[in-house]
């Protein structure tokens, strides 16, 4: 498969931190161009949340390979007038600006809709339009406490975020699959995505239990609300295993075939999963006492003999290594400013394509280029830069 299923597909990104930026590389790794257009003063501020990868910022290194980074001040008039210029040749806007932004700017749908009718524009904001918290500011913590999340993570008494960005993330993936879905249909609708509406779709199973119930339930750690027995136990070698089941016949293996414990496989309380939830603790405590016996090898060869779903715990530092990922060759290296350095190739495995894992770009790297091909000349380029249009050094750091 040359170039990729959306090879040909141009999109102009106005994007910040995550969300935006995860949208916008989901392209990327499937073929299509990506511009990112950044202030030249500094740029994406993902761009400075660290320095830990040879003196670039994880979060940047991590969304935003394979694109191209044009430098544009769109406070300035000519600044925006290259944006519309870009926008003229593109497919696709992506922006995730603060809230009021676009309008300032005059990029808001309708407005782009006229100008730019072939033009698929999504914007992804924080709390989406006509409501009380439409003005506020979204941050991915903000948005999930906002949403409940944080209130089902953690312990009880002990609410946490979620370690992943998940408003961030799972927004920037519904904006992408929207963009597919309008590419497929050759539809030029205007998108928007809030994390809000993102996330509280992801709560759909909580929000769904307690407007039928009434209950909040509390959070699990490791466990689950809604399945039982569901958790993390520490075996005698000192880690730590974590055992499931989601039915009730596999309830049934995990008590005899891999506990040995037939009473509580025939024991009333625990013949369904509903009261295995109310049993929860009573059952961990049996399955820790059990698991404490056994060394982390000897409990996951177990359970998979007995068909019991299982997985060791890991830090960060031991998925890096995981043998499972080199086996199967999940990374890939990519270059940087910094030089090259590994990264996870894109979930989606198609036969026949690989993705192309471009370069990490530094701020303003591609803005004499891209400009160029917009028709500009060498004159016309150094005037803009005079301007302040496209910042003073079109390659900063």
């Known amino acids: 498969m040359t170039g990729g299923p959306l090879a040909g597909v141009t999109v102009v990104s106005l994007e910040q931190a995550v969300s935006a930026p995860i949208c916008s590389r989901v392209l990327g790794d499937f073929g299509a161009r990506v511009i990112k257009v950044e202030n030249p003063r500094g740029g994406d501020f993902a761009r400075h949340y660290d320095d830990v990868v ?125 963009i597919v879905s309008l590419l497929y249909a050759n539809q030029r609708t205007p998108v928007a995505v809030s994390l809000f509406d993102t996330m509280t779709d992801l709560m759909g199973y909580a929000l769904t239990y307690t407007q039928h119930s009434g209950v909040d339930q509390e959070p699990r750690g490791m466990g689950s609300p809604a399945v039982a027995p569901y958790g993390a136990y520490r075996t005698s070698d000192g880690q730590t295993v974590v055992l499931g089941t989601t039915n009730d016949r596999e309830w049934q293996r995990y008590a005899r075939e891999l506990l040995e414990r037939p009473d509580l496989a025939d024991d009333a ?57 080199a086996a199967r060759g999940r990374w890939g290296k990519i270059e940087t400013p910094a030089g090259p350095v590994p990264a996870l190739k894109p979930p989606p495995v198609i036969a026949g394509f690989d993705p192309p894992m471009g370069p990490v770009p530094a701020l303003g790297e591609h803005t004499d280029g891209v400009l160029g091909e917009l028709g500009f000349g060498a004159a016309e380029i150094a005037a803009l830069r005079e301007q302040g249009a496209t910042g003073t050094d079109r390659a900063a750091s």
């Open 54 to 178: 040879g003196g670039l910022a994880a979060h940047f290194v991590w969304c935003n390979r394979g694109k191209e980074s044009v430098t544009l001040d769109l406070k300035t008039e000519a600044g925006l007038a290259v944006l519309h210029r870009l926008l003229a040749r593109a497919d696709v806007l992506v922006s995730n600006l603060a809230p009021g932004t676009t309008a300032k700017l005059g990029l808001t749908p309708p407005d782009l809709a006229e100008r730019h009718p072939s033009l698929i524009a999504v914007e992804i904001d924080g709390y989406g339009p006509g409501g009380p918290l439409s003005h506020k500011r979204a941050y991915d913590l903000l948005v999930q406490a906002e949403s409940g999340a944080c209130a089902i993570t953690g312990g009880p008494g002990a609410p946490a975020k979620p370690g992943p960005p998940m408003a961030d993330v799972t927004t920037g993936l519904y904006a992408a699959l929207s």
């Open 269 to 325: 309380r625990f013949l369904a999963n509903s009261g295995r939830v109310r049993h929860a603790a009573l059952l961990d405590e049996e399955i820790a006492a059990w698991c404490a016996r056994h060394t982390l090898a000897d409990v996951q060869s177990r359970a998979d003999a007995a068909g019991i779903g299982n997985s060791r715990f890991n830090r960060p530092s031991e998925v890096v290594a995981h043998p499972h990922l």
